[in-house]
């Protein structure tokens, strides 16, 4: 072809191009699926985002719509070429209301995403009937009542309504041969598993995670013949009884999970079957007896969690074998015997938790060659030898997060210089009753982020340098015999002030610790960043003010220092704490007034300063109007207002060393004390009502 015949081609293709785009400019929106749009909008409460006042008739132009001509679609039964809409996309607009049913004349859609927005009510019926509809997302909405009982999809890829309030049982013809993905989770469905389950021949994900669905007799059998699925996920609900060896059949399952169900007897012996198993979890069920040998061989399991069962016998692991293993957790069983030393051969193993288990004896030697070890978790295992352990567990190069609770039982601390942390962020040794000091190897740990020293027989004074840990943002020295003023240095922890915290690597979603008192339920919290920034240093022998500079932690959630013998006045600067949640100061000798700045402190939902030697009025407003009398009582016989004894009706003295409410003289308001403390209660001692502590590693 010579040069002059190119180009001719090229014009040719050109014209041909703008013929094209001329005539698409002509198109317009269906007739019908405007209509369908116009009652969509009228059933929204909310404005969408790009669909204003002066809206184009063309509906093809609104933000989240895409069409496509008649022509490209294959429609051959219209004589005028139109576009139809075949995607309406509007995630995360806020819109609000109910879904109109006339979207069900949208016959050539394809794909509907409505998720994440504040939708409510039923679903439309004629929705599940549209010919065309590869993915409908109405997920993180507020729907309710049951899934339409009649469903014809034939066309459906993905489904997915998870985090909404649907109720009922799940349809038989939810299923058909086209759906790859069904997501179902975080609703109220109840009842057992469909009989047409196994209908869905080419799902690869199925969701049904935390509804209420039961399982009589065992899973569907259904179930078990869908041998494309990747990802199967039942966790939370209530299936009972043993887990079918059939589960062996889903020999492409990458990910299981059925934890926290009602699972009973041992776990089939199938592993080997499941060779692309990465993921099993299965936490928070009845099972016992012992693992099954072709899980503790699996080449490709990544993560094994069978934490809070009744497992038992020795842990048996063949590393070996498991070249992929990297997080496991068997806490909360019966094993026993020794800590398993061949550990270490597991060459990416770096996520461990054995808490809670009837183990005996020491941390083996082997763990010196732990390099990968980054997280490990050996609370309440009756382990000794805490001056052993560290020894041997400094040499893990890797080691961030160390939790020891409930264990050494009366050891002293060691204060052997030669020990080094540098690369540990979180240390809980809380509940040991380790005798000692805080030791000056803890020093040279300047990455630590959380530190937990709590119920031990720790005395001397809180070291000056923890004011150097500049990612410090948890600090329990609670429940100890420390002694001296509070480090002043503390009030500069830089996480406190900026926030300026960074963890690089995720922590694996393992419980730390649970509190619990009497009144209120437990907190677990599973990742490091879920702990609230605190400082709990109560029930010490702490003296003393109470620094000004602690204003300075404008990001600090917890502080308490109740139980000590702390003195002088409530610094006002304490009003500058303004993420603060916790103030308790009880059982303490501060005296003169509670600074009125505190009403400031908006996100406060305790307040204690009972048990202290305050006067003058309680400030009013704010939250403080939600604070019983009981946290002013107790020697604070001066205090007036709020909930507690009414104030006489005079004008304070103008004294800016007292602020605006100064103490009664005694000599004026004899009788109004008298009154005021009749019904008081004196002596309080400090360990009535101190939260107790649970560790459940």
Same mark, same amino acid.
């Given at each position: ?69 008649? #022509? ?20 995360? $607009? ?133 041998? $494309? ?8 609900? $209530? ?82 074998a498991m070249t992929s293993l990297a997080t496991i957790d068997l806490g909360s069983n019966q094993f026993y015997g020794p800590i398993p030393p061949n550990l270490p051969s597991c060459r990416h193993l770096n996520n461990i938790n054995l808490a809670r288990n009837n183990f005996s004896g020491q941390i083996p030697e082997s763990f010196k060659n ?54 540990? !962020?979180?240390?809980i040794l809380g509940n040991c009753g380790l005798t000692g000091s805080i030791p000056q190897w803890l020093s040279s740990s300047s990455r630590l982020q959380l530190l937990d020293l709590s119920w031990n027989y720790l005395e001397g004074t809180i070291p000056v340098w923890f004011g150097n840990f500049s990612n410090l943002f948890y600090l329990d ?89 702390? #003195? ?28 009125? #700045? ?6 406060? #939902? !305790?307040?204690?300063?009972?048990? @202290? ?24 016989? @001066? ?5 507690t004894v009414p104030c006489p009706p005079e004008v304070p003295d103008d004294n800016p060393s007292l602020g605006p409410w100064p103490p009664r003289k005694s000599e004026k308001y004899t009788g109004m004390i008298i009154g005021m403390a009749v019904g008081f209660v004196f002596g309080i001692t400090c360990f009535i009502g101190i939260d107790i ?5």
């Amino acid at each position: 072809m010579g040069a002059q015949d190119f180009w001719v081609v090229i014009i040719v293709v050109g014209f041909y191009f703008q013929a094209q785009v001329s005539s698409s400019q002509n198109l317009t929106c269906n007739p019908n699926d405007l209509k369908a749009l116009e009652d969509f909008m009228k059933g929204i409460e909310t404005v969408i985002e790009g669909w204003g006042n002066n809206l184009s008739s063309n509906c093809c132009e609104w933000a989240g719509i895409t069409c496509n001509s008649s #022509s490209s679609l294959g429609l051959k039964d219209s004589s005028i070429d139109t576009y139809r809409v075949v995607k309406l996309e509007l995630p995360k $607009k806020r819109l609000a209301g109910n879904l109109s049913e006339s979207l069900g004349m949208l016959d050539q859609l394809r794909t509907l995403n409505l998720s994440h927005n504040f939708l409510k009510h039923s679903l439309p019926i004629p929705l599940f009937h549209l010919p065309n509809l590869e993915l409908l997302d109405l997920s993180s909405n507020d729907f309710s009542g049951p899934i339409p009982a009649d469903i014809d999809l034939p066309s459906i890829q993905f489904l997915e309504i998870s985090q909404n309030f649907l109720n009922g049982s799940l349809p038989p013809s939810i299923c058909n041969n086209s759906i790859r993905a069904l997501k179902l989770a975080v609703n109220y469905f109840t009842g057992d598993l469909p009989p047409g389950l196994g209908n869905c021949s080419a799902l690869e994900d199925l969701d049904l995670s935390t509804n209420a669905l039961t399982c009589t007799g065992g899973l569907s059998q259904g179930l078990f013949r869908l041998q $494309k699925l990747t990802r199967l996920s039942i966790q939370d609900n $209530k299936f009972s009884g043993p887990l079918s060896e059939e589960i062996g059949n889903l020999i492409n399952l990458v990910r299981l999970d059925i934890s926290t169900n009602l699972f009973s007897g041992t776990i089939p012996d199938v592993f080997h079957r499941l060779r692309r198993l990465q993921y099993f979890v299965a936490h928070s069920n009845n099972f016992d007896g012992q693992m099954p040998p072709s899980l503790s061989t699996s080449p490709t399991l990544s993560l094994l969690n069978v934490r809070n069962n009744s497992l038992q016998g020795s842990i048996d692991l063949n590393c070996s074998a498991m070249t992929s293993l990297a997080t496991i957790d068997l806490g909360s069983n019966q094993f026993y015997g020794p800590i398993p030393p061949n550990l270490p051969s597991c060459r990416h193993l770096n996520n461990i938790n054995l808490a809670r288990n009837n183990f005996s004896g020491q941390i083996p030697e082997s763990f010196k060659n732990f390099h990968s070890l980054s997280y490990l978790s050996l609370s309440n295992c009756s382990i000794s030898n805490i001056s052993s352990a560290l020894k041997i567990l400094q040499h893990c190069q890797n080691l961030t997060t160390l939790v020891l609770a409930k264990n050494f039982r009366d050891e002293e601390l060691p204060a052997d210089p030669t020990l080094y942390f540098g690369r540990l !962020k979180v240390l809980i040794l809380g509940n040991c009753g380790l005798t000692g000091s805080i030791p000056q190897w803890l020093s040279s740990s300047s990455r630590l982020q959380l530190l937990d020293l709590s119920w031990n027989y720790l005395e001397g004074t809180i070291p000056v340098w923890f004011g150097n840990f500049s990612n410090l943002f948890y600090l329990d020295l609670s429940n100890n015999s420390f002694t001296g003023e509070i480090p002043r240095s503390i009030t500069g922890l830089q996480s406190l002030i900026d926030g300026s915290i960074s963890i690089q690597e995720p922590s694996p979603d393992f419980p730390l610790f649970m509190k619990r008192n009497v009144s209120a339920r437990g907190l677990q919290y599973n990742q490091v960043w879920s702990f609230p920034p605190t400082l709990e240093l109560s029930n010490n022998n702490l003296s003393g003010p109470i620094w000004p500079e602690f204003g300075k932690l404008r990001l600090l959630h917890v502080f308490d220092l109740k139980c000590n013998n702390l #003195s002088g006045p409530i610094p006002s600067n304490l009003s500058r704490m303004t993420s603060l949640e916790t103030l308790d100061m009880s059982g303490n000798r501060l005296s003169w007034i509670i600074p009125p #700045s505190l009403v400031n402190l908006n996100f406060l #939902s !305790k307040f204690n300063v009972a048990d @202290n030697e305050l006067h003058g009025m309680i400030p009013a407003g704010g939250q403080f109007w939600t604070f019983s009398s009981s946290s002013f009582e107790g020697g604070n016989n @001066n205090l007036c207002g709020g909930l507690t004894v009414p104030c006489p009706p005079e004008v304070p003295d103008d004294n800016p060393s007292l602020g605006p409410w100064p103490p009664r003289k005694s000599e004026k308001y004899t009788g109004m004390i008298i009154g005021m403390a009749v019904g008081f209660v004196f002596g309080i001692t400090c360990f009535i009502g101190i939260d107790i502590y649970v560790w459940t590693f």
